[in-house]
C-alpha cells in the first residue's frame, strides 16, 4: 500500500512559478515511477509529467515540456514538479500517482492514466490572468 500526499499549491499571476511536492508512505519508493496529472474544472484528468524509478527518465505532455521539472529524491521519497512560466491554462488541481506495479518501468510515450495504482488527494493551483 502506498499513500501520496501533495503539497506547494497555490496561486501564481502568468508567468510566475511553483513547486510541488509529492511525498510517499511504504516501501519500495524507489522501485516504482512517479505521474503528475491535473484536472481542471469540468474536463477530463490530463496527464503531465512522469520520472522512472532511478529519476534518470523523463516524460513530458507537450504543453508543460519546457516549462515544467519532474525530480526525484528517492532519500526522502519525494517527487516534485517544478512550475515555471505558469500560465492560466494550468490551471487545474494537481495530482500525484504511483505506478506501483510496473517495477523498473522507463517511459518513452505518455503512459495511461489506468497505469497508476495510487493517487493522491491532489493540490490546487490557480494561475492569474
Known amino acids: 500500500q502506498v499513500q501520496l500526499v501533495e503539497s506547494g499549491g497555490g496561486y501564481v499571476q502568468t508567468g510566475g512559478s511553483l513547486r510541488l511536492s509529492c511525498v510517499a508512505s511504504?516501501?519500495?519508493?524507489?522501485?516504482?515511477?512517479v505521474g503528475w496529472f491535473r484536472q481542471a474544472a469540468g474536463k477530463e484528468r490530463e496527464f503531465v509529467a512522469v520520472?522512472?524509478?532511478?529519476?534518470?527518465?523523463?516524460y513530458y505532455a507537450d504543453s508543460v515540456k519546457g516549462r515544467f521539472t519532474i525530480s526525484r529524491d528517492n532519500t526522502k521519497n519525494t517527487v516534485w514538479l517544478q512550475m515555471n512560466s505558469l500560465k492560466p491554462e494550468d490551471t487545474a488541481v494537481y495530482y500525484c500517482a504511483a505506478d506501483f506495479f510496473s517495477t523498473a518501468r522507463t517511459y518513452y510515450s505518455e503512459p495511461h492514466i489506468s497505469d497508476f495504482d495510487f493517487w493522491g488527494q491532489g493540490t490546487q493551483v490557480t494561475v492569474s490572468s
Open positions: 520520472v522512472n524509478w532511478s529519476g534518470g527518465n523523463t
Open positions: 511504504g516501501r519500495f519508493f524507489s522501485s516504482y515511477g
